[in-house]
């Protein structure tokens, strides 16, 4: 576990240095993860430069209400799910007015599995501003992580951070 705390805080770490660098902001939508996406970018200095914020949205309660997930989305696939993702990060996006937002919504156990989607289940959304374009641009993804609950969520914060600097250094945020 040591090993993955590293590898959290150099990727968090990178993530300030290219975020500054590029002039981009960026926040969160975090459900399972519970803030701990936004206290491995805090815990680096420097980290005000570029990161906007962080909505924990732990019940679908705030999902809706916070982020604007349709009642919808969260009845018809529920909120373990890439249209649920993909909402959060769009919620978060526009609530933050970050150029760039990474949602994560899944199930770290140890119980919780749905139908099709057992512990270790995670969706991955993403929302951000085309370059030179006021055009936003969303969707999801959905990541299968194996462990106990505290392996599942760092791997998922790790998950996250990658994923944010990757739509960063691709020139897509």
Same mark, same amino acid.
Do not use: H, W
């Given at each position: 576990?040591?090993?993955?705390?590293?590898?959290?805080?150099?990727?968090?770490?990178?993530?300030? =240095?290219?975020?500054?660098?590029?002039?981009?902001?960026?926040?969160?939508?975090?459900?399972?993860?519970?803030?701990?996406?936004?206290?491995?970018?805090?815990?680096?200095?420097?980290?005000?430069?570029?990161?906007?914020?962080?909505?924990?949205?732990?019940?679908? =309660?705030?999902?809706?209400?916070?982020?604007?997930?349709?009642?919808?989305?969260?009845?018809?696939?529920? =909120?373990?799910?890439? =249209?649920?993702?993909?909402?959060?990060?769009?919620?978060?996006?526009?609530?933050?007015?970050?150029?760039?937002?990474?949602?994560?919504?899944?199930?770290?156990?140890?119980?919780?599995?749905?139908?099709?989607?057992?512990?270790?289940?995670?969706?991955?959304?993403?929302?951000?501003?085309?370059?030179?374009?006021?055009?936003?641009?969303?969707?999801?993804?959905?990541?299968?992580?194996?462990?106990?609950?505290?392996?599942?969520?760092?791997?998922?914060?790790?998950?996250?951070?990658?994923?944010?600097?990757?739509?960063?250094?691709?020139?897509?945020?």
């Amino acid at each position: 576990m040591n090993e993955l705390i590293e590898k959290i805080y150099l990727k968090a770490a990178e993530l300030i =240095e290219i975020s500054s660098f590029e002039g981009i902001t960026f926040g969160f939508a975090e459900s399972l993860t519970g803030g701990l996406i936004s206290s491995s970018v805090v815990g680096v200095p420097g980290a005000s430069k570029a990161f906007k914020g962080s909505v924990v949205s732990y019940t679908n =309660e705030v999902k809706e209400n916070v982020l604007g997930v349709p009642a919808e989305i969260i009845d018809t696939y529920n =909120e373990v799910s890439d =249209e649920c993702a993909k909402a959060m990060a769009e919620g978060a996006f526009s609530v933050l007015g970050a150029d760039l937002a990474v949602s994560v919504t899944g199930i770290a156990g140890p119980t919780g599995d749905l139908p099709g989607k057992p512990v270790g289940t995670v969706y991955m959304g993403y929302c951000y501003r085309a370059k030179g374009s006021n055009q936003s641009i969303s969707g999801s993804k959905r990541l299968n992580f194996e462990g106990d609950r505290d392996t599942i969520r760092s791997a998922t914060v790790l998950a996250a951070l990658n994923l944010a600097v990757s739509l960063i250094k691709e020139g897509k945020a």
